[in-house]
């Protein structure tokens, strides 16, 4: 029964990586800089892939049993906070204050 609900949970993963991807790299167009705390967001991410770890090892080892879809969920979540991390390193989407500090960089060639 937890099967039909985790799911759904990993398709809207997957769809919230490509939208993502597709706003960073396809909307924005040639500005990099947006008032989305994009370090922030992959902070919360990251700790959410950290609880998620926990309470399924806590749940693991108190049934007993195994389910590959927890370790996919894991997995996906460390994705979503590397992603969020490598767009603020790449200077490919940056927070506006952050993209000021840094000196106003342009985006990498290769993103243009």
């Known amino acids: 029964m937890a099967k039909i609900f985790k799911l759904p949970f ?8 490509f939208l993502l991807n597709n706003y960073a790299f396809h909307v924005k167009g040639g500005d990099n800089q947006t008032s ?13 892939a950290i609880s998620v770890l926990l309470i399924t090892q806590f749940v693991l ?3 007993g049993s195994s389910n590959k879809l927890n370790l996919i969920i894991l997995i996906l979540f460390i994705l979503l906070s590397l992603n969020f991390f490598l767009l603020d390193y790449f200077n ?10 840094k000196g106003m960089p342009a985006k990498p060639f290769w993103f243009e």
């Open 61 to 63: 080892k108190s049934t």
């Open 10 to 17: 990993i398709l809207g993963q997957v769809l919230l990586l």
């Open 92 to 101: 490919v989407m940056v927070e506006y204050d952050r993209w000021i500090e």
């Open 36 to 48: 989305l705390p994009v370090l922030l967001c992959g902070i919360l991410f990251a700790c959410i």
